[in-house]
């Protein structure tokens, strides 16, 4: 019989409805429950996509003996970190805080006041590699509850107390200046692997956000060297097992050094972010591999990720049948020199183990290899290559796929509308713009309600219970922005601004400047969660930062720009510290140094051949942050077409910042010189 979880809308909770656990969604009313039965709260938290989550899930909460200890002794609830990444933030902190690490699944014993007093992650069935069973956990977890209850509440009260003192340095509210940013560069340069690309050592991620800053830096400063390791890590993880050979996309992380196994998860914001690095990089070096891996990964999340209802799903899942009816990490991309023959024959099978490093031995588990593609001195056949893609891609097609978490979450929207409106421009490719649309229409229709308040989450047309956090807010502003200066048209610049106004009465602190992960009137936790560093995402702080700045320069306002510059503040302490980890809040800085610049265009419809050139022109400009506006002239679209008349009844591009206008210009190639092109 389903427990409480089967009329939610979180894939991951529904994967768990039908558990012999009596599980409870986050409410009041469970921790009334826990209160009223005097029971100590076990809370869970994972995502779908999660593997130890599945391996966790279905080893004890799967297991009859497991769920009767638990539904007798503990009032059970399951929490989706992706749905509730503010709950997840909270306890993840006093995980951390206790045990110096962290994780999904997250595993915390809580009072019925919420108040944490036990932690931990995945525990196995049984006692291994010096870590206690599940069993052995609840039963010492209830013999505290029952027989030393005052002992609990005092560990309770003070993590609590703990967790209030942890506050953050701001730095003040000054922005970075070329000092904090060549220091920042520095100890990236510091943590660099010059042999592999990316920074530090396994496991590894994309450095998404670092890699945005060192674009902006060499646009900025000329910086050869930001240049080259934004440029040879986009190399070696393009070339390495962690993107996909054959569909496009990136997996979560590499579990070596060297980018050639992956966690095979693929997230919709990495991709979102790793698809406009590519671009972007094209954009500075005219790179042929990163337009391909641009253009692959949008369509990657067109083709795989996109739902019926015009938004992206979350993820795609690390394991999948492996044909005999087991679920197998990376089952559905690996390959066999065996299997090669089979799709192949035994020619192509030879050529195609070369090309993408097939080993006898294998890379990965079993024999089986993840496909690369190794640095060598061979020459291939593109034709031929590309036959064999095909025929592998269409033979994967016929295993079992991973599975789809179908969630839409606002702020992986927004940064997926950015990627594809920006790819889709740079490379003439309107689909994709369209694509970026579509999400966008569904994030207005769906997600905004009629103040612009924002739902987190919605799946199959039904939104969501869970309020919007700081990072939806800033994201989704972000990704209008960029539809914004694409389409030229300037409902997605009014759109931004709404949502922006958000930003500043209900998450920003008046006194500070700093921002809050969630709103002032959201559900109250033991603490209110705050979290300006960039992770596997833009955090929402920086991203709010960044969306401020450019909102700030296509209106001229000054209180946007006052909390950009304010909330940038906080880059100004971590950045000389933790580059790594404030890669977004880095690359806003840039900007905020630069300006940024503000672009007008002017002429006719975009259907006109010299307009579109001069649009074009001005988006391709690598000035960091630059914002750009197209319209007729005499158009009220954007404030930053007023009184930009066409000079010689041509198409005109207007070029300003810090107050400052250049000579308006009808040349394309003086605009490419004006934007550092």
Known sequence: MPNRLAHETSPYLLQHADNPVDWWPWSGEAFEEARRADKPVLLSVGYS????????AHESFEDRGTADYLNEHFVNIKVDREERPDVDAVYMEAVQAATGQGGWPMTVFLTPDA?????????????????PSFRQVLQGVRQAWETRREEVGDVAGKIVRDLAQREIDFGGTRTPGPEELGQALLGLT????????????????????????LLRHHARTGS?????MARDTCERMARGGIYD?????????????????????????????LCRVYAHLWRTTGSDLARRVALETADFMVRELRTEEGGFASALDADSDDGTGRHVEGAYYVWTPEQLRDVLGPEDAELAAQYFGVTVEGTFEHGSSVLQLPQQDSVFDAERIASVRRRLLGARAGRPAPGRDDKVVAAWNGLVIAAL????????RPDLVEAAVGAADLLVRLHMDEHAGLSRTSRDGRVGANAGVLEDYADVAEGFLALASVTGEGVWLDFAGLLLDHVLTRFADPESGSLYDTAADAEKLIRRPQDPTDNAAPSGWTAAAGALLAYAAHTGSEAHRTAAERALGVVQALGPRVPRFIGWGLAVAEAALDGPREVAVVGPSLADEAARTLHRTALLGAAPGAVVAYGVPGSDEFPLLADRPLVGGAPTAYVCRNFTCDAPTTDPERLRVALGG
């Not at 996509?49 to 966790?56: A, D, E, F, N």
């Not at 409106?421 to 003439?428: K, L, Q, S, V």
């Open 49 to 56: 996509s999660c593997h130890w989550c599945h391996v966790m």
């Open 224 to 228: 050869e060297g930001a240049l080259q």
């Open 190 to 213: 510091r943590e660099y692997d010059p042999r592999r690309g990316g920074f530090g050592g396994a496991p590894k991620f994309p450095p998404s956000m670092v890699l945005e800053f």
């Open 115 to 131: 108040e944490p007093f036990y932690f931990g992650t995945y525990f196995p069935p049984e006692p291994r590699h010096g870590m």
């Open 421 to 428: 409106a920006e790819t889709g421009a740079y490379f003439d």
């Open 245 to 273: 050979q054959l569909g496009g996309g990136f997996a979560r992380y590499s579990v070596d050094r060297d980018w050639v196994v992956p966690h095979f998860e693929k997230m919709l914001y990495d991709n979102a972010l």
